[in-house]
């Protein structure tokens, strides 16, 4: 028997869509009843669904036996109606929302479902936890927040997939379930019913398997995926989180950052209104660790690392002089306005950064009236004081801070000190967006405990033309090691990391000789890698690719705290889903069908 409500169904249209339609229009929409007024003969009813909300009116004398209907609807029960479209009373209009010189008589409706009074307000005046929404999240995707960043990655992702296959490219999936390899992070591990004792790794990115594409002559390939790292959470990862991962054929470097800017420049502009200015600046990794102390430098500001060490090296400053003697660098930053920054403050930054980057002080000065001034300042002389204030371009009213150490610990502490102080003395305009590539990345980096070496991006990326060959023994590479450059790159966004790539190595040979740098030898390599070295002894082109960071993209652009903000059904810092209150122990007999047992619990 067809109802009421499916005889109207196919006649619907959402409440954003009512803007510009004539009064008069006959309309039946679904929703939420979002807040509702009982005037007394005359009932009014937000009704909400996910275009946007419409003010709907029953009038006893029009719906008859149904005003019960609207008597008896309470916040979030779900209605269908069926009314006339009309204007507002000039007194009535709500400027707030596009539909707001709108509203609906109601001729016909049905309470398709009630509900119970939601655990937290869903408008804008709701200051519940997150905990409690992540665990309602059914409901929280009727706030506007929520809805309209979801709305937004779906309207990114798709100007994405357009570009990209007007560009030639083609999606293809890649498997979830595959070997463990080395990716920098643990693996989340999946066990085999049908082989007992073996395992599947699910995958922390595409790497291999896109290489195999371009071996395989796909030449221009991109993916939406999931990925999955089993590393300690924050506010910008996630145990799963999406990528856009691509790959290019017959291609340098230049080829795929010109390809990147144009579609940075046609997904901002299409998405999010922006006009984004390519080509971006580059920057090599050796000056944005030396000018602003980090390999993701926020460029919408100055306060640059400055190196002093030629200015004080023959000062009686002992912090200064003793950190250059044990090969350490001497580096300031000039703060505008920063004299206003109190002697308590100062004391509170220098805790700060020795707990959270080894900095053993923060010796400081002011610029009054007459200079430099402190009480360190006896130890220089005027005319190393005035060579200082011209390195740091500094003016009366500012502040001038110092670091003395070893370049890897006064490089990053004086840089997050300069990210920290941008926020009160040279705050970047709010929708300012400045993109930049860092590129000339090192290629490995050695522990300084143990002497290993490590591959900064992955095994998998190209070393500077020429820089190893086929006939470069492991001993001659670990003598240059921290020299040796690759064809590495990140895209940088206002200070975050949005995306990484570089060239990858085509050769067998030097993909072995990176291998063995690294300590992973023959067999450790067949083992792990044995289907990638083989596929290239067949020919594989010269390629190349990039991945990109979509949730964090659109944390930045939306304006969210964390990527949990723009992921519809995200995992707490502890890993945990609140709604479905994953992970949970499983029947033992699930662990006996796989030969496993949990022991140590």
Same mark, same amino acid.
């Given at each position: 028997m067809e109802t009421w409500f499916k005889k109207h169904y196919a006649e619907r249209v959402f409440a954003g869509e009512l803007v510009g339609k004539n009064p008069g229009t006959e309309v039946f929409l679904c929703g939420w009843a979002f807040r509702f007024r009982d005037q007394g003969g005359v009932i009014f009813i937000d009704l909400r669904d996910r275009s946007g909300m419409i003010q709907i009116v029953a009038r006893k004398e029009i719906i008859g036996d149904k005003f019960s209907l609207a008597e008896a609807v309470r916040s979030e029960y779900v209605l269908a109606i069926r009314g006339k479209l009309q204007n507002r009373d000039a007194e009535a209009i709500n400027p707030k929302i596009p539909t707001g010189t709108l509203e609906v008589i109601i001729d016909d409706m049905e309470i398709l479902n009630t509900s119970k009074t939601p655990p937290f307000q869903l408008d804008e005046f709701d200051e519940s936890g997150e905990d409690i929404r992540l665990k309602y999240r059914y409901l929280e995707f009727r706030k506007e927040d929520l809805k309209n960043r979801i709305f937004t990655r779906h309207n990114f992702l798709h100007s994405i997939r357009n570009y990209l296959h007007g560009e030639g490219f083609l999606e293809i999936e890649t498997p979830i379930l595959n070997k463990s390899t080395p990716e920098g992070a643990r693996d989340f591990l999946v066990p085999s019913r049908l082989n007992p004792g073996s395992f599947y790794a699910l995958p922390q990115s595409p790497q291999i398997f896109k290489q195999i594409l371009m071996v395989g002559g796909m030449e221009r390939y991109f993916q939406i995926v999931k990925c999955f790292r089993d590393e300690d959470l924050r506010a910008d990862r996630q145990p799963e989180f999406t990528q856009l991962?691509?790959?290019?054929?017959?291609?340098?470097?230049?080829?795929?950052?010109?390809?990147?800017?144009?579609?940075?420049?046609?997904?901002?502009q299409e998405t999010f209104g922006l006009k984004v200015q390519i080509p971006f600046p580059r920057i090599s990794y050796k000056e944005a660790i030396e000018s602003y102390g980090s390999d993701k430098p926020d460029l919408r500001f100055g306060m640059k690392l400055h190196d002093l060490s030629d200015l004080v090296g023959d000062c009686n400053f002992q912090v200064f002089t003793g950190a250059l003697k044990n090969k350490g660098v001497v580096k300031a930053i000039c703060v505008p306005g920063g004299s206003v920054i109190s002697r308590k403050e100062i004391e509170e930054?220098?805790?700060?950064?020795?707990?959270?980057?080894?900095?053993?002080?923060?010796?400081?000065?002011?610029?009054?009236?007459?200079?430099?001034?402190?009480?360190?300042?006896?130890? =220089? *002389?005027?005319?190393?004081?005035?060579? /200082? %204030?011209?390195?740091?371009?500094?003016? !009366?009213?500012?502040?001038?801070?110092?670091?003395?150490?070893l370049p890897h610990i006064v490089n990053p502490s004086l840089g997050a000190l300069r990210l920290r102080l941008s926020q009160r003395f040279e705050t970047p305009p709010q929708d300012s967006y400045h993109f930049s590539w860092v590129v000339a990345f090192p290629m490995f980096e050695k522990d300084p405990a143990n002497g290993e070496i490590y591959a900064i991006h992955h095994? =998998? *990326?190209?070393?500077?033309?020429?820089? /190893? %060959?086929?006939?470069?023994?492991?001993? !001659?590479l670990i003598q240059k090691v921290e020299n040796l450059n690759s064809k590495a790159y990140d895209l940088v966004l206002n200070g975050n990391e949005i995306g990484g790539g570089s060239i990858r190595i085509h050769e067998k040979q030097i993909q072995e000789k990176v291998f063995e740098l690294l300590g992973i030898g023959k067999e450790e390599a067949e083992e792990k890698f044995g289907f990638l070295l083989e596929a290239l002894q067949y020919g594989a082109p010269p390629h190349g690719g990039i991945a990109f960071g979509i949730d964090r993209i659109l944390m930045l652009m939306t304006g969210g705290k964390s990527i949990r903000d723009v992921i519809a059904f995200p995992k707490t810092q502890k890993g945990v889903c609140m709604m479905s209150d994953c992970p949970t122990p499983v029947e033992n007999s699930q662990l006996e069908d796989l030969k496993i047992r949990t022991v140590g619990l």
């Amino acid at each position: 028997m067809e109802t009421w409500f499916k005889k109207h169904y196919a006649e619907r249209v959402f409440a954003g869509e009512l803007v510009g339609k004539n009064p008069g229009t006959e309309v039946f929409l679904c929703g939420w009843a979002f807040r509702f007024r009982d005037q007394g003969g005359v009932i009014f009813i937000d009704l909400r669904d996910r275009s946007g909300m419409i003010q709907i009116v029953a009038r006893k004398e029009i719906i008859g036996d149904k005003f019960s209907l609207a008597e008896a609807v309470r916040s979030e029960y779900v209605l269908a109606i069926r009314g006339k479209l009309q204007n507002r009373d000039a007194e009535a209009i709500n400027p707030k929302i596009p539909t707001g010189t709108l509203e609906v008589i109601i001729d016909d409706m049905e309470i398709l479902n009630t509900s119970k009074t939601p655990p937290f307000q869903l408008d804008e005046f709701d200051e519940s936890g997150e905990d409690i929404r992540l665990k309602y999240r059914y409901l929280e995707f009727r706030k506007e927040d929520l809805k309209n960043r979801i709305f937004t990655r779906h309207n990114f992702l798709h100007s994405i997939r357009n570009y990209l296959h007007g560009e030639g490219f083609l999606e293809i999936e890649t498997p979830i379930l595959n070997k463990s390899t080395p990716e920098g992070a643990r693996d989340f591990l999946v066990p085999s019913r049908l082989n007992p004792g073996s395992f599947y790794a699910l995958p922390q990115s595409p790497q291999i398997f896109k290489q195999i594409l371009m071996v395989g002559g796909m030449e221009r390939y991109f993916q939406i995926v999931k990925c999955f790292r089993d590393e300690d959470l924050r506010a910008d990862r996630q145990p799963e989180f999406t990528q856009l991962d691509m790959e290019f054929s017959y291609v340098d470097q230049e080829d795929i950052l010109r390809e990147i800017e144009k579609l940075i420049s046609h997904s901002f502009q299409e998405t999010f209104g922006l006009k984004v200015q390519i080509p971006f600046p580059r920057i090599s990794y050796k000056e944005a660790i030396e000018s602003y102390g980090s390999d993701k430098p926020d460029l919408r500001f100055g306060m640059k690392l400055h190196d002093l060490s030629d200015l004080v090296g023959d000062c009686n400053f002992q912090v200064f002089t003793g950190a250059l003697k044990n090969k350490g660098v001497v580096k300031a930053i000039c703060v505008p306005g920063g004299s206003v920054i109190s002697r308590k403050e100062i004391e509170e930054l220098t805790n700060w950064l020795n707990k959270d980057y080894r900095s053993k002080g923060l010796a400081y000065m002011k610029h009054g009236a007459d200079g430099l001034e402190s009480t360190i300042t006896k130890f =220089f *002389t005027p005319e190393t004081l005035k060579k /200082i %204030s011209e390195r740091l371009a500094s003016k !009366e009213g500012d502040m001038v801070f110092f670091g003395a150490d070893l370049p890897h610990i006064v490089n990053p502490s004086l840089g997050a000190l300069r990210l920290r102080l941008s926020q009160r003395f040279e705050t970047p305009p709010q929708d300012s967006y400045h993109f930049s590539w860092v590129v000339a990345f090192p290629m490995f980096e050695k522990d300084p405990a143990n002497g290993e070496i490590y591959a900064i991006h992955h095994p =998998f *990326t190209a070393p500077e033309d020429g820089v /190893i %060959s086929q006939e470069s023994t492991r001993e !001659e590479l670990i003598q240059k090691v921290e020299n040796l450059n690759s064809k590495a790159y990140d895209l940088v966004l206002n200070g975050n990391e949005i995306g990484g790539g570089s060239i990858r190595i085509h050769e067998k040979q030097i993909q072995e000789k990176v291998f063995e740098l690294l300590g992973i030898g023959k067999e450790e390599a067949e083992e792990k890698f044995g289907f990638l070295l083989e596929a290239l002894q067949y020919g594989a082109p010269p390629h190349g690719g990039i991945a990109f960071g979509i949730d964090r993209i659109l944390m930045l652009m939306t304006g969210g705290k964390s990527i949990r903000d723009v992921i519809a059904f995200p995992k707490t810092q502890k890993g945990v889903c609140m709604m479905s209150d994953c992970p949970t122990p499983v029947e033992n007999s699930q662990l006996e069908d796989l030969k496993i047992r949990t022991v140590g619990l």
